[in-house]
């Protein structure tokens, strides 16, 4: 049973500063992984998808990299700002008969300005 | 991408009644999912809405308790049976492009109290 931990599960930190939030499954056996952000009362934002073949995926300040063999997969954030603060979940897709999402716990980050 | 709609954005309702949540996509997709957010918790599914068929429901969820409806390719409900305080939660609907990339789109949510 695939099962995706991620951390920390909460993180504060000042602005400016790089960081790098964590996340790990179980079976490696993925067809690709998402990275979320959520912010308070609302939906889900998509910020980067893996594919299971490839390494990272880069947006603006944001790099996902993958390490499918280890089962993880980490999000760097470059130069934090407090627009930045979120619930930052990743997810993974299973493709095992469906088009199965297994969400992570979430790392809860704040940026103090 | 895909721009989702769900009605209503939030309610309170009382123990043992039902409310039906709608879920409407700007365009037409073919997967369409049905998420729960416990407070504190992260996303559960509890099924994928199959249109023209049953949903598939996951371990734990079944149809009468969440009985699914997709009558076409833009739009779903999802009604949750007579309510206790454990169904409060944020109840997302989200889809599946596969133009291109596979990427996966969510709707703001549905916040439910339960009282």
């Known amino acids: 049973k695939q099962e995706v931990t991620q951390i920390p599960a909460a993180l504060s930190v000042p602005e400016g500063e790089n960081l790098v939030l964590n996340c790990s499954f179980t079976?490696?056996?993925?067809?690709?992984l998402q990275w979320f952000r959520q912010d308070p009362g609302k939906g889900l934002t998509s910020l980067l998808l893996?594919?299971?073949?490839?390494r990272e995926q880069t947006s603006g300040r944001l790099n996902a990299s993958l390490d499918k063999s280890s089962g993880r997969s980490t999000l760097y954030i470059a130069a934090s700002q407090p627009g930045d603060s979120a619930t930052y979940l990743c997810?993974?897709?299973?493709?095992?008969?469906?088009?199965?999402?297994?969400f992570g716990t979430g790392t809860r980050l704040k940026v103090l300005a | 991408s895909a721009v989702i709609s769900q009605k209503p954005s939030r309610d309170i309702c009382q123990r043992g009644t039902s409310l039906t949540i709608q879920c409407q996509v700007d365009s037409q997709v073919t997967m369409m999912f049905w998420y729960r957010q416990q407070p504190g918790q992260s996303l559960t599914l509890i099924a994928t809405a199959n249109q023209g068929s049953e949903a598939t429901y996951e371990s734990g969820f079944v149809i009468d308790k969440f009985p699914i409806s997709r009558p076409n390719l833009t739009f779903s409900t999802l009604t949750v049976s007579n309510m206790s305080p454990e169904d409060s939660s944020i109840y997302l609907c989200?889809?599946?492009?596969?133009?291109?990339?596979?990427?996966?789109?969510f709707g703001p949510g549905t916040r439910l109290l339960v009282l």
């Open positions: 997810a993974v897709n299973t493709r095992s008969g469906t088009y199965k999402y297994i």
């Open positions: 893996i594919q299971s073949s490839q």
């Open positions: 989200s889809v599946e492009e596969l133009a291109g990339v596979e990427t996966q789109y």
């Open positions: 079976d490696s056996a993925i067809y690709n």
